[in-house]
């Protein structure tokens, strides 16, 4: 059973940093990996999504990895602002299911 | 093209009582898939539809609970004698194809059971 985690549950950094957040799958035979976006009291927003077969995918100043046989995955941050502060969750799509199973969220806290 | 239409976004019931939750895809999706997230929780998949057909159920409860997609209006997920343990974010996503990996997500609802 595809277990996904993500640690820290809670980030708060100075405004400007570099910043990774981390997610872990138990079952590597992952179909794609998607991380989103969660503001309080509103919807998910997909920020990048990782094929299988791909390493990582860039978005702007965001920069998602994958590594299947560690069971791992990363969403890099660069130059972070106030803007980002939301909660960041990780989803793991298996094989051609469509299901998503989901992390728990780093709740991220970008100060001033 | 508007995105994934929920309504409401808040709904307060009490125990006892019917929920609906209403749910339009985007244009030219024909693919609903409904989660809930409870509070301090992920997201757990409920139930995945076709239009006027339900693919998948398996993150249903067994009672209570029940999901349409008609031929024409919005996806509905129903939840008879809520209780306060329904209350929850109810969310819903759309794509235009089971292959196709990207799902948009709504803003979902959020019901209150007192």
């Known amino acids: 059973k595809q277990e996904v985690t993500q640690i820290p549950a809670a980030l708060s950094v100075p405004e400007g940093e570099n910043l990774v957040l981390n997610c872990s799958f138990t079952d590597s035979a992952i179909y794609n990996l998607q991380w989103f976006r969660q503001d309080p009291g509103k919807g998910l927003t997909s920020l990048l999504l990782i094929q299988s077969s791909q390493r990582e995918q860039t978005s702007g100043r965001l920069n998602a990895s994958l590594d299947k046989s560690s069971g791992r995955s990363t969403l890099y941050i660069a130059a972070s602002q106030p803007g980002d502060s939301a909660t960041y969750l990780c989803?793991?799509?298996?094989?051609?299911?469509?299901?998503?199973?989901w992390g728990a969220g780093t709740k991220l806290i970008i100060k001033p | 093209n508007a995105g994934v239409m929920q309504n409401p976004r808040h709904l307060v019931r009490r125990r006892g009582q019917e929920a609906r939750l209403r749910c339009s895809p985007m244009?030219?999706?024909?693919?609903v898939y409904w989660y809930r997230q409870l509070p301090e929780e992920g997201l757990k998949f409920m139930v995945y539809?076709?239009?006027?057909?339900?693919?998948?159920e398996s993150g249903m409860p067994k009672e209570r609970f029940s999901a349409e997609f008609p031929k024409e209006g919005p996806s509905i997920l129903r939840i008879q004698q809520v209780v306060r343990g329904d209350s929850a974010a109810y969310f819903c996503?759309?794509?235009?194809?089971?292959?196709?990996?990207?799902?948009?997500f709504g803003q979902g609802t959020r019901l209150t059971v007192v």
């Open positions: 244009k030219g999706h024909s693919h």
């Open positions: 989803a793991a799509s298996m094989d051609s299911n469509y299901q998503l199973i």
């Open positions: 996503a759309s794509s235009p194809s089971r292959q196709d990996p990207k799902a948009f």
């Open positions: 539809l076709q239009k006027e057909n339900i693919i998948d």
